[in-house]
């Protein structure tokens, strides 16, 4: 079985950073890929960003030159460096692992005040 714990999110004011952590524990199989994608109210889940473990990152239009994913494969663990944070960035961001099947943590919950 896999876990996802993540952590990180929380309140910041628009222009601010953020850096959230996602570790995975369990059958974990190479190569895989792992990532954000973010769900706001009244909004279509959102691919955020994903890098595989060979380290192939992708970012999404609305985040390229703001946010990095970055990951440390020995201890399974992504993070996402969130900079120049703006309101429209508000969301449930959910980490996720691709290894034979996609598995997804809860959540954590970022919110960026104008």
């Known amino acids: 079985q896999v876990q996802l714990v993540e952590s990180g999110g929380g309140l910041v004011q628009a222009g601010g950073s953020l850096r959230l952590s996602c570790a995975a524990s369990?059958?974990?199989?190479?190569?895989?890929?792992m990532g954000w994608h973010r769900q706001a109210p009244g909004k279509q889940r959102e691919l955020v960003a994903r890098?595989?473990?060979?380290?192939?990152?992708y970012y999404s239009d609305s985040v390229k030159g703001r946010f990095t994913i970055s990951r440390d494969n020995g201890e399974n663990t992504v993070y996402l460096q969130m900079n120049s944070l703006k309101p429209e960035d508000t969301a449930v961001y959910l980490c996720?692992?691709?290894?034979?099947?996609?598995?997804w943590g809860q959540g954590t919950q970022v919110t960026v005040s104008s």
């Open positions: 890098m595989s473990s060979g380290g192939s990152p």
């Open positions: 369990g059958s974990i199989f190479s190569p895989n890929v």
């Open positions: 996720f692992v691709v290894s034979h099947v996609t598995h």
